[in-house]
């Protein structure tokens, strides 16, 4: 494949890791590994490792009790840690946070993890070329190793509704969730069937005022809402 980038760890005194990246890959990133068991005399065949990685450009970190750990990306990292002979799936690590100072928001670059008295440490540049330092509260690696998130990826209900409002939900006694909130002067509905949304749609229009704070409740298959409206703040329903 025309091995580049090679990083070796090792595993114990006659075990090693080789972790390479293929030259002549048909994707942009395909890392492949090898194990030694006699300290190097032979080693296992290649195996491509860590495809949902998404970056081939790595680092292997050692933590604190010798672990293993992939470390890929900059801005955001990407994390997996070797655990019983095999790689734990990728996690997305956010790195952000606030000026002490000031308050203001900080983004970070060129984001770096080492391990400082057992504790994962980050190590980032501000976007004023300050140098931040983020030390880590919790075990690192139980979080690497812990069971996926059991919420779905974000489902949008609606895009670019301007003056959108916290909505209000309700679910009726058919399993479809309804949402609505006020945009401005229009109260706005959506659906979701547990498949597909439906929406959203504006259905009702304030001609003074705006359209604000609804809610929702389901009686015998009825959708019931009450909001506020009209240039006085009155209750419609």
């Known amino acids: 494949q025309g091995a580049m980038r090679p990083q070796v760890a090792a595993l114990s005194e006659d075990e090693a890791l080789l ?126 190793a812990a069971p996926p998130s059991p919420w779905s990826t974000p489902l949008a209900l609606a895009q670019d509704v301007a003056d959108a409002e916290l909505p209000a939900l309700a679910v009726d006694e058919e399993g479809r969730v309804h949402v609505m909130w006020g945009a401005g002067a229009a109260l706005m509905h959506a659906g979701w069937d547990g498949s597909r949304v439906t929406g959203a749609v504006a259905i009702w229009q304030a001609s003074e005022g705006t359209a604000s704070h609804p809610s929702l409740a389901v009686t015998d298959n009825r959708l019931h809402a009450v909001w506020s409206g009209g240039p006085d703040g009155q209750i419609y329903y």
């Open 19 to 144: 972790l390479w990246q293929a030259r002549r890959a048909t994707t942009a990133c395909a890392l492949y590994q090898q194990v030694t068991a006699d300290g190097g005399v032979t080693w296992s065949a290649p195996e491509r490792v860590l495809e949902k990685l998404g970056d081939c450009d790595i680092a292997l970190r050692r933590g604190p009790a010798g672990e293993i750990v992939a470390v890929a990306g900059s801005g955001g990292l990407t994390l997996a840690a070797w655990q019983d002979g095999r790689w734990s799936q990728p996690k997305a690590l956010r790195a952000g946070g606030q000026d002490p100072t000031t308050g203001r928001a900080l983004a970070f670059d060129a984001v770096q993890l080492a391990f400082a008295g057992g504790q994962p440490l980050l190590l980032a540049l501000g976007q004023d070329g300050d140098v931040w330092a983020i030390l880590g509260q919790a075990d690192l690696l139980a979080w690497i």
